[in-house]
């Protein structure tokens, strides 16, 4: 499942750094999160980082991108060319 940032973001910034897959970016209003790219931090970290740096808790899972374990697995795989 990819995750999604709400509205309560306050574009503090902190977030985009953190995303291990460049998933995070600016929006119009808020920052974004690209649902093709995120893996929750699948294959990198063991939590997402995006989550664990927020400091208005605006980060959540984004119930229209549901994905299991394995496929966050196997996106992560193509994400890194590990197909």
Do not use: W
Not at 25 to 54: A, F, K, R, W
Request: some cysteine; glycine content about 4%.
């Amino acid at each position: 499942m990819s995750l999604l940032i709400d509205d309560n973001c306050i574009n503090c910034d902190v977030c985009e750094p953190e995303c291990p897959n460049s998933a995070i970016s600016m929006g119009p209003n808020i920052y974004v999160i690209d649902p093709n790219l995120c893996t929750e931090c699948v294959g990198h970290y063991d939590t997402p980082q995006c989550m664990e740096v927020c400091p208005v808790d605006c980060i959540s899972k984004d119930p229209d991108h549901a994905e299991s374990a394995e496929q966050l697995q196997s996106k992560f795989r193509q994400l890194t060319g590990q197909a």
